[in-house]
T-cell receptor
């Protein structure tokens, strides 16, 4: 089954404790991205990757890191989480065959709370 | 000005009604447009792409007005299962999401 998986789905942590949210897709997609979703603000892109070892900042990259060592995985790293990073996070992937016109496939989301 | 703006609603309509709402975008060079559906904080899923000539998919009709820089979504014969948040997405070499329009269909 074609899918994007994220782990963990729910996480409560404390300020400053490093964490990683994993994202994996099994569709051989080149493009992967991370979004956060906050009430009234919609989905905002954090980072994206066009292919292995190619990553770039989105609209709200501060406080986040990513890596793309393998095509299928795109982990999101919070080196020192802060309460303003409490949010719902989505990973997404798509083929680049049609530019960005192809369907974005989203993971199920990770609900993060930073105390 | 936000890149993509939507009326947040909620649009509360009875079953069988028609509901329509718009999304405006700021970049006149935007390349392509989509409507995604999101159920109750679950992951967004593609509902339909929006073509220049307008397009239908069953009870859903999408229109693009480049001159006024907006896209629209119309839902005919609303079903309870249409209750969701509808996200407008604009591609101008990056994807920009609207904050969503919430539709609630009541029995």
């Amino acid at each position: 089954e074609a899918q994007v998986t994220q782990n963990p789905r729910y996480l409560i942590t404390v300020t400053g404790k490093k964490l990683t949210v994993t994202c994996s897709q099994n569709m051989n997609h080149e493009y992967m991205s991370w979004y956060r979703q906050d009430p009234g603000l919609g989905l905002r892109q954090i980072y994206y990757s066009m292919n292995v070892e190619v990553t770039d900042k989105g609209d709200v990259p501060e406080g986040y890191k990513v890596s793309r060592k393998e095509k299928r995985n795109f982990p999101l790293i919070l080196e020192s989480p802060s309460p303003n990073q409490t949010s719902l996070y989505f990973c997404a992937s798509s083929s680049l065959a049609g530019g960005l016109r192809d369907t974005q496939y989203f993971g199920p989301g990770t609900r993060l709370t930073v105390l | 000005r936000k890149e993509v703006e939507q009326d947040p609603g909620p649009f509360n309509v009875p079953e069988g009604a028609t509901v329509a709402f718009n999304c405006t975008y700021s970049n006149s060079a935007s390349q392509s447009f989509f409507w995604y559906r999101q159920d109750c904080r679950k992951e967004p899923k593609l509902l339909m792409s929006v073509y220049s000539s307008g397009n239908e998919d069953g009870r859903f009709t999408a229109q693009l007005n480049r001159a006024s820089q907006y896209i629209s979504l119309l839902i005919r014969d609303s079903k309870l299962s249409d209750s969701a948040t509808y996200l407008c997405v604009v591609n101008d070499y990056k994807l920009s999401f609207g904050a969503g329009t919430t539709v609630t269909v009541r029995a």
